[in-house]
C-alpha cells in the first residue's frame, strides 16, 4: 500500500510539472463555463483559435498536448501525415510544434468545420498544410453527413443528412511512396476506409484510428484489425468508453463502443 501511495503523488507531481497539463487546467477555469455550441476565440501558447465548441475543444487538448495520443518518431524532420478528420486543426497544430518542417495533407468533410480549420491555420500563420475539404471515403461520388457543429460530425445512411464532397483515400494512396503517419478520427466510416485502402496501407510507417461503433450495429472491429495484420501492422489498443457492466448488455443510444488503435508497421 505505501508502494502505491508513493506512485500516486508522484504521478500527481508529474502532471504538475507538465506544462500542458497546466494548461489544460487554466483552460478550464478561464473558459470551462462557456455554454454548449457557442463560438469563441481561445488561446492558448502562441495560438488564437476560433472554437465553435468549447468542450470538444477541451477534450481534443487534453488527448493531443496532454496525452500525447499522437505522438511518434518518423526518423525525419520533415514526416509525411494524413490527418483524416482534422476538425478544427488542434491535430495539426500539434503535429507543427513537433515537426515544424512536416507535411500535412488534412481532411475535412463538414463545410463549416473545414472554414474554421482554414481561418484557424491562417490567422496562426501555419504553413506546409494541404486542406482538403472533403469526407475521406470509398469513392470520390460524395455521401450525406450529418453535421454537430463541433466534432462528432459522421458520415450517415439515414435520410436527413447534407450531401458533402468525398474523396477516396486508396486513390490518394496509390500516388504516394511512404506516409509516415495516417491519422484517421472519421466517427464511422474508418472500418469502410480501411477495408478500401487494404494492400496500400503497406505504404504507411504508422496509422491511428479512432474507432467507432453504434447500437444495434455489427461492430465490425475484426475486419478493421484483420486489414491491419494482413498489410503488416501490429496494433495496440486502447479503450475510450465508459460503459459500466458491459457483459449486461447496454440501454444506451448512439455510439457505445470507441477504442483508440495504435498501429505500427512491422515491414518498414
Given at each position: 500500500?505505501?508502494?502505491?501511495?508513493?506512485?500516486?503523488?508522484?504521478?500527481?507531481?508529474?502532471?504538475?510539472?507538465?506544462?500542458?497539463?497546466?494548461?489544460?487546467?487554466?483552460?478550464?477555469?478561464?473558459?470551462?463555463?462557456?455554454?454548449?455550441?457557442?463560438?469563441?476565440?481561445?488561446?492558448?501558447?502562441?495560438?488564437?483559435?476560433e472554437v465553435p465548441d468549447f468542450l470538444s475543444f477541451i477534450f481534443q487538448y487534453k488527448d493531443i498536448f496532454v496525452k500525447n495520443i499522437y505522438k511518434?518518431?518518423?526518423?525525419?524532420n520533415s514526416p509525411l501525415i494524413y490527418d483524416c478528420?482534422?476538425?478544427?486543426?488542434?491535430?495539426?497544430?500539434?503535429?507543427?510544434e513537433l515537426f515544424p518542417s512536416a507535411r500535412i495533407k488534412a481532411f475535412e468533410a463538414d463545410p463549416a468545420i473545414a472554414n474554421i480549420l482554414s481561418n484557424n491555420l491562417r490567422a496562426n500563420k501555419i504553413s506546409g498544410i494541404d486542406i482538403t475539404a472533403k469526407a475521406v471515403w470509398t469513392d470520390n461520388n460524395g455521401i450525406d453527413f450529418n453535421s454537430d457543429g463541433a466534432d462528432g460530425g459522421s458520415i450517415t445512411q439515414s435520410p436527413g443528412?447534407?450531401?458533402v464532397d468525398s474523396v477516396s483515400l486508396r486513390n490518394l494512396l496509390l500516388n504516394e511512396e511512404k506516409i509516415d503517419l495516417i491519422k484517421m478520427d472519421i466517427e464511422g466510416a474508418e472500418v469502410d476506409v480501411i477495408i478500401d485502402c487494404n494492400?496500400?496501407?503497406?505504404i504507411a510507417d504508422k496509422i491511428f484510428i479512432e474507432f467507432h461503433s453504434w447500437m444495434n450495429n455489427r461492430k465490425r472491429l475484426d475486419l478493421l484489425l484483420k486489414t491491419l495484420h494482413d498489410n503488416g501492422f501490429s496494433y495496440f489498443i486502447e479503450s475510450i468508453s465508459?460503459?459500466?457492466?458491459?457483459?449486461?448488455?447496454?440501454?444506451?443510444?448512439?455510439?457505445?463502443?470507441?477504442?483508440?488503435?495504435?498501429?505500427?508497421?512491422?515491414?518498414?
Open positions: 500500500m505505501p508502494n502505491l501511495i508513493l506512485k500516486r503523488i508522484n504521478d500527481i507531481i508529474s502532471q504538475i510539472s507538465d506544462k500542458n497539463y497546466r494548461e489544460y487546467i487554466g483552460l478550464l477555469f478561464k473558459y470551462g463555463s462557456t455554454p454548449r455550441n457557442q463560438k469563441r476565440i481561445i488561446t492558448f501558447y502562441k495560438y488564437k483559435i511518434f518518431n518518423p526518423g525525419n478528420g482534422a476538425n478544427i486543426g488542434i491535430s495539426c497544430l500539434y503535429f507543427k443528412g447534407k450531401r494492400e496500400t496501407l503497406k465508459n460503459l459500466s457492466s458491459p457483459l449486461l448488455g447496454s440501454n444506451i443510444t448512439g455510439s457505445n463502443l470507441q477504442l483508440n488503435i495504435f498501429a505500427t508497421n512491422n515491414n518498414l
